[in-house]
C-alpha cells in the first residue's frame, strides 16, 4: 500500500506571494491532518479535513486555508507569505477515528525569502 | 488548553542499553490517547507506540514500552536494548476532542544511541 505523498518536497517563495501544498493519503483514509513544524515553535496542528469537510481548527490566522476533494486528496494554501511561515509543512492521513493511527507525509519544506 | 510537556531536550544511550523519555501532559477531556512519534533525521514521522486512556494496562511494542500514571498525567517511553537505529527526536503526543484527530505535540527529545 502506498504510503502518504506530498507535493512539493521543496518551496521557495517570496513575501506576499501566495502558495498550495498538496497531500495524497493512504487509499481509504478519508481524514487528512495538516501540521506546522518550525524549530521555534515545534509542530502545531493546523486543520484536518474529513470527507470534504473541516472537521478540526488549530490557532492559525486566515491566511492558512485548505481544502480536500471527494478523492480525500487535500491541499493547503497560505496567502500572503511572511518570513515566518518558513516551515516544514506535514500532512497526516488515517481512517478518522479516534484510536486510529495518523500516517504522516515526508511534509514539504517552505522557505520564504 | 491542553498541554504536552517533555522536560529532556536531549538525552543518550549506550547502543543495547535502557533508556527512558519522559512526558507529562494536561487535557480536562475525559477521552484520549496518547502516542509517541519518531522523526529520524529523515524527517519521516513514525508512530512508535499509542496508549488509550481508558486502558490501564501500559501499551508494549517490541523493545518500546510506556508507564502510563494517568493520576499523574505522566506518559514515559522506555526503549530497551537501545540501537543505533534508535537515534532520533521522539514526540509526545495527545490526541483528544470528538475525533482526537487533532494532535497536540510537546517540544520533543532528541536521542543519540552511542556505539
Known amino acids: 500500500k502506498a504510503g502518504v505523498t506530498q507535493t512539493p518536497r521543496y518551496l521557495i517563495k517570496t513575501r506576499g506571494q501566495q502558495v498550495t501544498l498538496s497531500c495524497s493519503p493512504i487509499?481509504?483514509?478519508?481524514?487528512v491532518s495538516w501540521y506546522q513544524q518550525t524549530p521555534g515553535q515545534g509542530l502545531q496542528f493546523l486543520f484536518e479535513?474529513?470527507?470534504?469537510?473541516?472537521?478540526n481548527k488549530g490557532n492559525f490566522p486566515g491566511r492558512f486555508s485548505g481544502r480536500q476533494f471527494s478523492n480525500s486528496r487535500s491541499e493547503m494554501n497560505v496567502s500572503t507569505l511572511e518570513l515566518g511561515d518558513s516551515a516544514l509543512y506535514l500532512c497526516?492521513?488515517?481512517?478518522?477515528?479516534?484510536?486510529?493511527?495518523?500516517?504522516f507525509g515526508p511534509g514539504t519544506r517552505l522557505t520564504v525569502l | 488548553a491542553q498541554t504536552v510537556t517533555q522536560s529532556q531536550p536531549e538525552m543518550s544511550v549506550q547502543e543495547a542499553e535502557t533508556v527512558t523519555l519522559s512526558c507529562t501532559y494536561d487535557?480536562?477531556?475525559?477521552?484520549?490517547?496518547l502516542f509517541w512519534y519518531k522523526q529520524p533525521p529523515s524527517r519521516q514521522m513514525i508512530l512508535v507506540i499509542r496508549?488509550?486512556?481508558?486502558?490501564?494496562q501500559n501499551a508494549t511494542e517490541n523493545r518500546f514500552s510506556v508507564n502510563f500514571q494517568k493520576a499523574a498525567k505522566s506518559f514515559s517511553l522506555k526503549i530497551s536494548d537501545s540501537q543505533l537505529g534508535d537515534t532520533a527526536m521522539y514526540f509526545c503526543?495527545?490526541?483528544?476532542?470528538?475525533?482526537?484527530?487533532?494532535?497536540?505535540f510537546g517540544a520533543g527529545t532528541i536521542l543519540r544511541v552511542k556505539s
Open positions: 496508549q488509550e486512556a481508558y486502558k490501564q
Open positions: 497526516a492521513s488515517s481512517l478518522g477515528r479516534a484510536s486510529n493511527e495518523q500516517f
Open positions: 487509499s481509504g483514509h478519508r481524514s
Open positions: 487535557t480536562s477531556e475525559s477521552n484520549y490517547y
Open positions: 503526543a495527545l490526541g483528544s476532542g470528538e475525533y482526537g484527530n487533532k494532535l497536540v
Open positions: 479535513y474529513f470527507s470534504e469537510t473541516q472537521r
